[in-house]
C-alpha cells in the first residue's frame, strides 16, 4: 500500500475535521499504546512458543536409545 504526498495530506485534513485538532493528539497516543502492547503480547507469545519447544526437544533427547520414557 503505497500512500503518495497528496493522499497522506487527505487523510490529515480528514481526520483533522472530524475529530478536531484537541482529540486528535490524544488519539494518536492512545493508538501508539494500543500498538505497543500487541507487539509485546505478540513478543511474549513468541516467547513462550519457543520455550516449549525447546522444551519438547530437551524432553525426546531424554527419552533413552531404548525408547522408555
Known amino acids: 500500500m503505497n500512500l503518495g504526498m497528496g493522499q497522506i495530506a487527505l487523510l490529515i485534513i480528514l481526520a483533522l475535521v472530524l475529530f478536531g485538532p484537541k482529540r ?25 512458543k519457543t520455550d516449549g519447544d525447546a522444551e519438547k526437544i530437551e524432553a525426546s533427547a531424554n527419552e533413552g536409545d531404548d525408547g522408555t520414557k
Open 24 to 48: 486528535l493528539p490524544e488519539m494518536g497516543s492512545a493508538a501508539g499504546k494500543a500498538i505497543r502492547e500487541f507487539k509485546s503480547a505478540l513478543n511474549s507469545v513468541e516467547v513462550k
